[in-house]
């Protein structure tokens, strides 16, 4: 039978949202003896359930609440009511994700001391460092399977993969591998090797790719120290007149409205809904918001600066044959402002099913310059471009008052702008993407621009000092002390990495702390 | 989300023939179109058959593939003909038509150049009703399971196993 915990019980730890922070902060809690509700506001479904079908597994796990959109960013245009592309379900975006991990490059949590002062950005120091994030950096590879360490083999290269070698060493590339990912390639913890199947981003059908839906969340359950509650929309997050937190109001399945009271609340709902979850807080006591004194809840929104490199080929590829997105050119990865922007830039794998590849390889586009493109979609090989964005203060998730959800809460507005040195990475990356291509005979490459964002980040960031954020280097609100915030929405800067084994490190290194600073009786 | 029933089936049974409208691809009877080699029919209800004709004449203009049959056309735009619909695309299809007459021609459908119905379209592209049929069609038509095949695309993998042992790593070209 599973755990309940009483609505009165303020004895819990509430944990808002099941994915990649929420859901491994329950996990980690309820192994310690702290006992855990969590909050999510999608359902459950698990690999029996998942469709190898890109537009039917989408309208199965994806966001799809309303959000608007402004700014100069092309998302906007183009998919106005989707900012972003995040899963609402159990285990949160670990079912949709590709799974490649990579650490931070040390310099990568000191950005303002090591490119300096940069006009227009935000830019700030990690109060963390990497010495400091190692051995959390060891225990969430160990927890993901990661390939390529803890002596996992590498998974085997796909075609995608064959031709962005080839490319890649013909350009005197030398890091290049089918890199770091949370896909088994053997058996390993309970689960079986990657069968090649293509559909990462659908929920792997196998269990071959870790997820939280099907790792941390049932085995935080088996302790009986979690309970998770499906379908519980939080709708604000109550505090008592000392200015700490009580506990959480939800919309529960039935659109009650229910009050689980709370002795710490953990914030993880992703770095859109994170933030809105904050202002919509907001009471006499803290009109702008809560944990919001530095008046920096939502701000320097980064999505890391992406965008795609499609090509065509005069013979197949096969490009959606295997895993999604294996493969990995490092050598861009480094700061070196020679380039003409600081930071720097990954370049990975990347395949779409035909139906994706219609809505996003150029949206909007129509004629045969598009439709040319799609015939040869058999011979078309694609990587994705992943670097750090700059954080800027007027990039921001604002409540819009003028839209409001199912439950009658307003939604979130998400506003981006490019920064000029997101859009020269971008060029540079377009130029070296296509050049790896056409190194293997390209006869067409496609500069895409980027799809609704998979990598939300710093909408409640880090800072060593109360002013300049929302948390300090535990992920506690600098304002109040039982509230944490537990998902990407803390990141300071987003470094050139794909952010969610540092999402993972942190949810391990932070619910270590929250159960050490409970058992001192701090908490 | 989009229905995938076989355009050949359905459309075998409504099969009918009509007169061959002079300048269409279509043959046209009374509340039917048709495809003059009898590979799919429409009955339409709301929608005026030289409607439906021209929709799909105007969808085939925006996403053109040439390999591709009338009838995947014919199914991703059908959902038009319905009475919340009707009055939208009645309109959109008059100024199609309007556009076409201020160039000399009878209509959209007596545009014989892909080129000049081409130009029409780009001086209509920012319009609403230009907008729902494209935006329609990026899910109507490529996400029919039936038109895959005609690209190559494989679609799911899951129950053969996926391609661990079907050729995830064959390119032999390199
Ligand atoms: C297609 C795709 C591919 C990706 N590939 C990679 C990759 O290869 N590597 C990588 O590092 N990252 C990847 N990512 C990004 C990764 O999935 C995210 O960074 C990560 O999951 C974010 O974790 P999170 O905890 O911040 O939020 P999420 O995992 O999104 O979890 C948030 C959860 O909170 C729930 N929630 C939100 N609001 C509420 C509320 N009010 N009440 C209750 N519950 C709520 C949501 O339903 C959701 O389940 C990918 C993402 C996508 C979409
Ligand atoms: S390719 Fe591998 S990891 Fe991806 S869904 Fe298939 S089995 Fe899972």
């Not at chain 2, 959209?108 to 000049?116: A, C, M």
Request: hydrophobic share 40%.
């Amino acid at each position: 039978m599973a755990t309940s915990f009483d609505l009165d019980d303020d004895n819990v730890v509430v944990v808002i949202g099941t994915g990649a922070g929420g859901g491994v902060l329950a996990n980690e809690l309820a192994q310690k003896g702290v006992h855990v509700v969590a909050l999510e506001a999608g359902g459950r479904y698990l690999p029996e359930d998942y469709v190898n079908d890109e537009w039917e597994s989408f309208g199965q796990l994806a966001w799809l609440d309303p959000r608007t959109t402004s700014g100069d960013w092309r998302v906007a245009r183009d998919f106005s009511g989707l900012p972003a592309w995040i899963v609402k379900a159990v285990g949160g975006t670990t079912t949709h994700w590709a799974g490649a991990s990579l650490r931070f490059q040390d310099h990568e949590w000191k950005a303002l001391t090591t490119y300096g002062r940069v006009q227009g950005a935000n830019l700030l120091d990690w109060p963390i460092d990497a010495e400091e994030m190692d051995p959390w950096y060891d225990l969430a590879e160990k927890k993901l399977g990661v390939t390529l360490t803890n002596g996992h083999a590498g998974l085997p290269g796909n075609n995608n993969y064959l031709v962005f070698e080839k490319g890649a060493k013909a350009l005197g590339y030398k890091e290049v591998n089918t890199g770091r990912m949370a896909i088994n390639s053997e058996w390993n913890d309970d689960r079986m090797a990657c069968q090649q199947t293509g559909f990462c981003f659908q929920g792997c059908k196998w269990g071959a790719k870790w997820s939280a839906a099907y790792t941390d969340i049932p085995r935080g359950e088996a302790t009986g120290n979690l309970e998770v509650r499906e379908h519980a929309h939080a709708a604000r997050i109550l505090h008592d007149d000392a200015g700490k937190v009580t506990g959480v109001e939800y919309f529960d399945r039935d659109g009650n409205l229910q009050f689980q009271r709370a002795r710490i609340v953990a914030l993880a709902g992703n770095s859109f809904e994170s933030p809105r979850l904050l202002l919509n807080s907001a009471s006499s006591m803290f009109p702008d918001g809560l944990a919001n004194s530095s008046g920096q809840v939502g701000r320097n929104y980064m999505r890391h600066m992406t965008g795609s490199v499609y090509a065509i080929f005069d013979k197949p590829v096969k490009m959606w044959r295997g895993t999604t997105m294996a493969g990995i050119i490092q050598d861009e990865a480094r700061h070196d402002p020679s380039r003409g922007f600081v930071g720097g830039y990954e370049l990975e794998t990347l395949a779409l099913g035909l139906p994706f590849m219609a809505a996003f390889l150029d949206p909007g586009g129509w004629g045969r310059e598009f439709t040319t493109a799609l015939d040869h979609y058999e011979n078309m090989a694609g990587m994705w471009i992943v670097g750090e964005d700059m954080p800027q203060e007027t990039n921001r998730v604002t409540l819009n008052h003028d839209v409001h959800d199912q439950h009658g809460l307003p939604v979130a507005n998400v506003h981006f702008d490019d920064h000029p040195n997101d859009i020269a990475m971008r060029n540079h990356a377009y130029r070296q993407g296509q050049a790896v291509y056409q190194a293997v005979g390209a006869t067409r490459t496609f500069p895409t621009p980027p799809y609704p964002s998979t990598h939300n980040l710093g909408t409640n960031r880090m800072s060593e000092h109360a002013r300049d954020g929302v948390v300090n280097r535990w992920g506690q609100t600098h304002d109040i002390a039982n509230l944490f915030v537990s998902d990407g929405s803390q990141f300071t800067t987003g470094a050139a990495e794909n952010p969610t084994l540092t999402i993972v490190a942190l949810a391990i290194r932070q619910a270590d702390h929250i159960a050490r600073e409970m058992s001192a009786g701090n908490l | 989300m989009t229905k995938t029933a076989s355009p050949r089936e359905m459309t075998r049974r409504q099969l009918l023939s009509g007169t061959v409208a002079a300048s269409a691809s279509f043959a046209i009877g009374a509340g039917f179109i048709a495809a003059p080699d009898a590979a799919w029919a429409l009955e339409v209800t709301h929608l005026k058959p030289e409607t439906m004709a021209t929709l799909v004449r105007m969808a085939r203009d925006i996403y053109p593939h040439d390999q591709v049959g009338d009838e995947y056309y014919v199914i991703a735009v059908r959902g038009y003909d319905s009475a919340e619909m009707a009055e939208m695309v009645e309109a959109g299809i008059s100024a199609l038509d309007a556009a076409a007459q201020g160039r000399g021609f009878d209509s959209y459908l007596d545009v014989g150049w892909e080129r000049d119905r081409v130009d029409i379209l780009r001086a209509m592209e920012e319009s609403h009703f230009f907008q729902t049929v494209r935006g329609g069609l990026v899910t109507g038509l490529y996400n029919q399971k039936a038109v895959w095949p005609i690209f190559g695309y494989e679609g799911e993998s899951y129950s053969e196993g996926g391609y661990m042992d079907r050729g995830f790593n064959d390119i032999n070209w390199l």
